[in-house]
DNA sequence: GCAAAATGTGACGACTAGTTCACAGTTTAA
DNA sequence: TTAAACTGTGAACTAGTCGTCACATTTTGC
């Protein structure tokens, strides 16, 4: 732990801090960057406005704290995930595993999160979206280093660029987060990761 | 033409609404419902501000008429290309194939429209999600549809649940729509829909 | 050609929300 | 104990936007 060195009183505003930055991300999960105000952040976590501006240089600094703190957890895991399995399918079928474990644990940024990386998001002046694609893309490319391995080992079929593949893959995870953000209980993410993976790996076609 | 009977006063009002919307759609598609103001949107389109509100009830009341209108547009195309087809594989085909033609001739009311239908939507108080997503709703049942039958068929294996087969599709097909709209010359939308739907369709596991 | 009706205008009122800062309260160290 | 340093506070300042409305301009009908 890094806390370790820390003085009481660094312990102290490290956990304020975290208050802050939980009620903030209840709200904008809620209602969105510009439908939630300073003063709303500061009765929810419990602290006055000016507080929330000695831990913060303003709202959008803010926001973007939580932004990128989280989207760096959701790449640091599935970049593992695909590091640490041997063999493609298995790199695949941990990728789906760990993106619903992980996105699952932390369900009021995801909307944030998907807001951010998929251009809809016209929350931040600009910026915070190429930072965040840039990681974004880093992990797309390990994606997509699997399935060119798989195939080059004819492991794989060639059914479409690598690339396109990892994109695919990356797509069709967040339509099933997407379902059971929607309506957990109708939708539930599934656990088998083949029964998403079965759409890119088994033919729907009956003929070849 | 609906015109046909209108007066020539009538059509110049319908023009001018016609123009208010598209000053206000180019705005809003850059820089999203929040950071657009009412004073932007005349300017652009040469009216005063006083004239917007003879032509709209308020902002938000703008910004529904844009996303509603498009989003009849994107539905009824979708959904004539599913019922004008014969054959299931033909009916995926033509909705590939009619998705990108009518999204890249709406350029840019299509961030806007994936804004609203992806959850990430903070732009509308409410209601206007509900109104849209039934419409989108009604769209993928007519997709299950497709896929429900080509099962039944014979002619699709159950690789998945149909329902979960429509909405794979449909996210594929706006995964690829997206990377196009990132960089239109780097990643075209293909023009042989079998590129997209090939990932459904071939399998990409080697033995079977 | 003219008065009445319809239409277009933009300054202005009312309000909201981001940010600052002087001060009160608290902790620290001697 | 006490003074200096640090921290938390929220009233007040500022900027900017929505939506209105009395008035100017244009169109219409006679």
């Known amino acids: 732990m890094k806390d370790a060195t820390l003085s009481r009183?660094?312990?102290?505003?490290?956990?304020?801090?975290?208050?802050?930055?939980t009620a903030a991300i209840g709200l904008f999960s809620e209602k969105?960057?510009?439908?939630?105000?300073?003063?709303?952040?500061?009765?929810?976590?419990e602290f006055a406005i000016g507080t929330l501006y000695k831990f913060f240089k303003?709202?959008?600094d803010l926001y973007r704290s939580i932004i990128v703190k989280q989207a760096d957890t959701f790449h640091?895991?599935?970049t593992r995930a695909l590091n640490e399995e041997d063999g493609e399918i298995e790199k695949l079928r941990s990728y789906v595993k760990i993106k619903g474990a992980v996105f699952m644990d932390n369900v009021s940024v995801v909307r944030?999160?998907?807001?951010?990386t998929r251009g809809a998001s016209f929350n931040i002046k600009a910026g915070l979206d190429k930072e965040i694609r840039e990681e974004y893309?880093?992990?797309?490319?390990k994606l997509t280093g699997v399935f060119a391995a798989g195939i080059q080992k004819k492991?794989?079929?060639?059914?479409?660029e690598p690339y396109h593949l990892a994109v695919s893959l990356d797509s069709l995870t967040n339509a099933f987060l997407h379902l059971w953000l929607e309506a957990p209980d109708e939708h539930p993410y599934p656990d088998d990761p083949d029964v998403i993976?079965?759409?890119?790996?088994?033919g729907l076609l009956v003929e070849p």
């Open 76 to 78: 640091t895991a599935l």
């Open 58 to 60: 303003n709202k959008e």
């Open 197 to 202: 993976l079965n759409i890119i790996c088994k």
């Open 137 to 141: 893309e880093l992990l797309l490319q």
């Open 155 to 160: 492991r794989f079929q060639k059914i479409a």
């Open 9 to 21: 009183r660094e312990r102290e505003k490290l956990w304020q801090r975290q208050e802050m930055l």
């Open 32 to 45: 969105g960057f510009h439908n939630v105000s300073m003063l709303e952040i500061a009765k929810r976590s």
């Open 112 to 116: 944030l999160y998907f807001a951010e």
